[in-house]
Nanobody, 116 residues
Framework: QVQLVESGGGLVQPGGSLRLSCAAS????????MGWYRRAPGQERNWVAN????????NYADSVKGRFTISRDNAKNVVYLQMNSLNSEDTAVYYC?????????WGQGTQVTVSS
């Protein structure tokens, strides 16, 4: 059974950093494409970043490129999202996802609030 559990969200000041974690169970993170979406208040869910299976190639939305880094720890079976230089526009609920043969599974989300 696929399960994704996000953690690491919280309140951070503008310019600060956070690292989100997505602990996976029921599968191995190296075997599937995984990534992050986010939903800001009153907006649709928007894709943030992904990391491809096997190659480990990473891709980012333009809005976070150069500030966010997605990575994975195969031994711990965890995917991370390191977020630097945060600003108010990054305030959102962040969701981890995994793609398995065209089907997407989601975590429950973790709130990130950027505010002074």
């Amino acid at each position: 059974q696929v399960q994704l559990v996000e953690s690491g969200g919280g309140l951070v000041q503008p310019g600060g950093s956070l690292r989100l974690s997505c602990a996976a169970s029921g599968f191995t993170v190296i075997s599937y494409t995984m990534g992050w979406y986010r939903r800001a208040p009153g907006q649709e869910r928007n894709w943030v970043a992904n990391i491809l299976s096997t190659t480990g190639q990473t891709n980012y939305a333009d809005s976070v490129k150069g500030r966010f880094t997605i990575s994975r720890d195969n031994a711990k079976n965890v995917v991370y999202l390191q977020m630097n230089s945060l600003n108010s526009e990054d305030t959102a609920v962040y969701y981890c996802y995994v793609v398995d043969r065209g089907r997407i599974s989601w975590g429950q989300g973790t709130q990130v609030t950027v505010s002074s």
